[in-house]
């Protein structure tokens, strides 16, 4: 009967422990991420970011396209081990080699992504807007075509470089989410709230 009472107090606590910490700017990063497809994912990787974006279009995407950079980065870097290694033969390791490829053209794109979103302007809202999305849009189709050339494969090694590149490619379709939410808010979300 004690244990249970125990188990009764903790799970109270637990619940006003969490229910508190949404107030502290955590309903920030969950209002931003409302607009993404992998919610869960989203707030995970860019709760750090809610107090300092708050409520800004611009700011979550950025952090957005941020936070994707990071990743692509972590994933190419993986892909070089493999291929430095040498632990894939034959047409995986082929396909390694283009994924690499692949991998470079993202982060070129999100690089260029990150430079447009700290320079937004009013006169060029319109044109920076439609940059972001098509590069951001090329990031996530270097990202399935790199899975593509693993199609049907199911070695250890080639199903954790499937899940760090679908992970890329989540983390990259929020980012495309919140590049879209910014262009639907238009120039008045510049300044933000």
């Known amino acids: 009967m004690r244990t249970i009472y125990i188990l009764i107090l903790f799970l109270s606590w637990l619940a006003c422990a969490s229910s508190r910490g949404s107030d502290n700017g955590d309903t920030n990063v969950e209002e931003a991420c409302s607009v993404t497809r992998y919610h869960d ?14 409520r800004s279009p611009s700011k979550w995407a950025r952090a957005g396209v941020s936070v994707t950079l990071g990743e692509a980065k972590n994933a190419s870097q993986y892909l070089n081990k493999l291929k430095r ?5 034959g047409r995986n390791r082929i396909a390694l080699s283009d994924c690499i490829e ?22 060029n809202f319109d044109t920076q807007m ?5 590069w951001l849009s090329a990031a996530l189709t270097d990202g399935d075509t790199c899975l593509d050339g693993f199609e049907d494969q199911s070695s250890k090694q080639v199903r954790m470089l499937q899940n760090q590149v679908s992970r890329v490619n989540c983390i990259t379709s929020n980012a495309l989410a919140l590049v879209n939410k910014l262009a639907a808010d238009g120039l008045a979300s510049l300044n933000g709230p």
């Open 130 to 134: 439609g940059d972001l999305t098509t």
């Open 41 to 54: 994912l989203c707030m995970h990787s860019l709760a750090s970011f809610s107090r300092t974006a708050g």
């Open 85 to 89: 290694d040498r632990i894939m033969r």
């Open 102 to 123: 692949c991998f470079q053209d993202a982060i070129d794109n999100l690089h260029r992504s990150l430079s447009i979103l700290r320079k937004l302007d009013a006169t």
